[in-house]
C-alpha cells in the first residue's frame, strides 16, 4: 500500500541505481591530414627536378625567340603555327580519327623550322642547309598527303554527334574534304618563306655573333 508523502515534506531519495556507465572516450582518428601532407610533400619534391628542367628550357626557349630580329623570320614562323591550327582544326571537323597524327606531323615540322633558324643566327651553313633540306621534304611530303585524302573515300571515322546521338568510330563513306586545301595552301606558303630565306635572303642577312660560353644551349629546345 503506498504511503501519502504529508505536504511540505521531500519528496523520498531515489532508490540507489548503481554507478553511473562509463562513457568510454571516442578513440583518435588516423592523422589523415598529417598522411596527405607527406604525400604531397613527396610528390612536389619528386616532380621538383622536373619542374626546374621544364622552367628552364621555356626560359631558354622564350629568349631563343627574342632573339630573332629577322622579320622574315618570325612571320615565316608564325605562318607555319597557324597553318598547324588550322590542319588540326580541319581534321577534327571533317571527322579524321588519325587528327593527332597530323598534330604529331605539325609539330615535327616547328621543330625543323626553328633548327633551321637556331642554325641561321649561329652561321652554321652545312646544318642550316640539312635543316633546309628536310624541312622542305617534309613540307612537299606532307602537302601531298593532304591532297590525297581530299577525294572522298571509305575510311574509319571517329565519334561524332550524329540526329540519333553520339555515332563512331566507324567504317563509313567519308565525305570529299575540300576544306583541307586550306592547310595544303598554306604549307606551299611555308615551303617559299623556308626556300626564299635560304636560298637568298640567308646570302645577305648579317649573322649574329655566337652566344658566349655562359649562355643556355638553346638547342635542348629546338
Do not use: C, K, N
Not at 642554325?119 to 624541312?135: E, N, S
Not at 622542305?136 to 565519334?159: C, K
Amino acid at each position: 500500500m503506498a504511503t501519502e508523502t504529508p505536504a511540505g515534506a521531500a519528496p523520498p531519495p531515489a532508490p540507489d541505481q548503481g554507478p553511473p556507465a562509463s562513457v568510454s572516450a571516442p578513440e583518435p582518428e588516423p592523422e589523415r591530414e598529417t598522411v596527405a601532407g607527406e604525400v604531397v610533400s613527396d610528390v612536389r619534391a619528386a616532380i621538383a627536378p622536373v619542374r626546374s628542367a621544364v622552367s628552364a628550357d621555356v626560359g631558354s626557349l622564350g629568349r631563343f625567340l627574342r632573339g630573332i630580329q629577322s622579320g622574315y623570320l618570325i612571320a615565316g614562323l608564325g605562318l607555319l603555327a597557324l597553318t598547324a591550327a588550322v590542319g588540326v582544326l580541319v581534321t577534327v571537323v571533317a571527322g579524321f580519327s588519325d587528327w593527332f597524327m597530323h598534330l604529331a606531323m605539325y609539330v615535327v615540322l616547328i621543330a625543323f623550322a626553328l633548327l633551321y633558324v637556331r642554325a641561321h643566327q649561329r652561321g652554321f651553313r652545312i646544318m642550316r642547309a640539312v635543316w633546309a633540306l628536310g624541312g622542305l621534304a617534309l613540307v612537299a611530303f606532307f602537302a601531298w598527303i593532304l591532297v590525297d585524302l581530299v577525294p572522298a573515300r571509305l575510311d574509319v571515322l571517329s565519334a561524332r554527334p550524329r540526329p540519333g546521338g553520339l555515332v563512331g568510330p566507324e567504317v563509313a563513306l567519308r565525305e570529299r574534304a575540300g576544306a583541307l586545301w586550306a592547310p595544303v595552301v598554306m604549307l606551299i606558303l611555308v615551303g617559299v618563306w623556308l626556300l626564299s630565306h635560304w636560298l637568298v635572303l640567308a646570302r645577305f642577312a648579317r649573322r649574329t655573333p655566337p652566344p658566349p660560353p655562359g649562355d643556355p644551349d638553346v638547342s635542348r629546345v629546338s
